[in-house]
């Protein structure tokens, strides 16, 4: 399959700041990026979906003031996670697809701790 | 809104024996997966399934779709310790909804020598 590849594996930032994190597919063109979060022992949950130069659609409950997402080239997306909080602490997850109707193919996933 | 149902949560069983995971959906959707995920890693892809009565196999698993009754089914045979994991089915996108995917809870699987 596919590569795509998340960059940092693991970060831990102060309440307050920001953090970013990347989402890359290495040997395809990614229309479509998707970000997922994921609380320890439970599910996936869809946070938004980004297309290449439009801005993100984000799924109900989720602020986009707070997680920024940009998808200005084919293959690289961007979360920021603006002002932390401990509660934002999660693994993050995005995902990739070069086309519509096609598979999304999983990053390594961001293990994102909150002090 | 999409519903996406696995049973059960979890499952203790001892190698070599067989055992099926079931996910139930709630509406008509283009594909269903089934991915793997370790502790602490992302997910790993097993099955893609596109069609009614689709089956694939892969080693000790096997995934089928049954998209009038809504249902997929993963069934482990003869299970070994390697397998123990969490599995999860995922349905998506919707057909003007959702481009992404909406995940079952997970099946957390552990198999015991």
């Known amino acids: 399959g596919a590569v795509v590849s998340q960059h940092p594996s693991r970060v831990i930032c102060k309440s307050g700041t920001s953090v970013k994190i990347e989402c890359r597919s290495l040997?395809?063109?990614?229309?479509?990026m998707f970000w997922y979060r994921q609380f320890p022992k439970q599910s996936l949950m869809l946070m938004a979906t980004?297309?290449?130069?439009?801005?993100?659609?984000?799924e109900q409950g989720v602020e986009k003031d707070k997680f920024l997402i940009n998808h200005a080239s084919l293959t690289l997306s961007t979360l920021t996670v603006t002002s932390a909080h401990p509660e934002d602490s999660s693994f993050y997850i995005c995902?990739?697809?070069?086309?519509?109707?096609?598979?999304?193919?999983f990053g390594q996933g961001t293990r994102l701790t909150v002090v | 809104e999409l519903k996406v149902e696995q049973n059960p949560l979890f499952l203790s069983m001892q190698e070599g024996k067989n055992y099926t995971i079931y996910c139930n959906y709630s509406?008509?959707?283009?594909?269903l997966y089934w991915y793997r995920q370790d502790p602490g890693k992302s997910l790993e892809s097993l099955f893609v399934?596109?069609?009614?009565?689709a089956v694939k196999q892969e080693g000790r698993l096997m995934a089928s779709l049954d998209t009038k009754a809504r249902l997929s089914t993963l069934h482990i045979t003869a299970a070994v310790h390697d397998l123990s994991a969490t599995y999860f089915c995922a349905v998506g996108p919707l057909r003007g909804g959702a481009d992404g995917l909406t995940f079952g809870k997970g099946t957390h699987l552990i198999i015991q020598p």
């Open positions: 040997d395809f063109q990614a229309t479509t």
């Open positions: 980004s297309n290449e130069g439009s801005k993100a659609t984000y």
């Open positions: 399934l596109l069609s009614n009565g």
């Open positions: 509406t008509t959707s283009d594909r």
């Open positions: 995902s990739a697809r070069e086309v519509v109707n096609t598979e999304a193919f």
